[in-house]
């Protein structure tokens, strides 16, 4: 049986980690708070029962990623992760955007590599807990990982490489 401060402790405390993640998949950060705010408010509901999950996070995630669908389908949205990178993004004129860069070409990624390097690089998740909130094997993770990660690297060094051949 969780009361409020158990709740707070254990789930409350994932709140800014699911907005970040709830606001990969919607265009607007209302929107993506509002989410968050349902899960919270479902999981609080269910919070007698939590306690037979083995991760808590990895459960809270999947809501999230599943509520976000759902949202996104309802509504007929285009989600973040199938536009392209805007042309108004200039390396050399801006290049605090390299981290907004490096996230736009992950939004650009197949389904399951776009998580999978989101949930590690940008969230610091586990494999293990990869895995549970994908889905996925631990391999397949691994797997789905490396070659993210290849495409991210290559396209990164073509624009680098189109850079330094621009302003050289």
Known sequence: MMNQEAFKNTVFVLKDKLYRFA???LEHQEDA???VQEVMLKLWEKRNQLDQ???IEAFAMQMVR???YNKIDKQGRHAKYLKQLPPDIE???YPALTKELILKMIDTLPEKQRYVMYLRDIEECEISDIAAIAGLEENAVRVNLSRARSTVRLNLTKVFDYEKRRIG
């Open 53 to 55: 999950l083995e991760n």
């Open 33 to 35: 708070y509002d989410l």
């Open 66 to 68: 599943n509520m976000a």
């Open 23 to 25: 606001n990969r998949f």
């Open 91 to 93: 390396v050399e004129k």
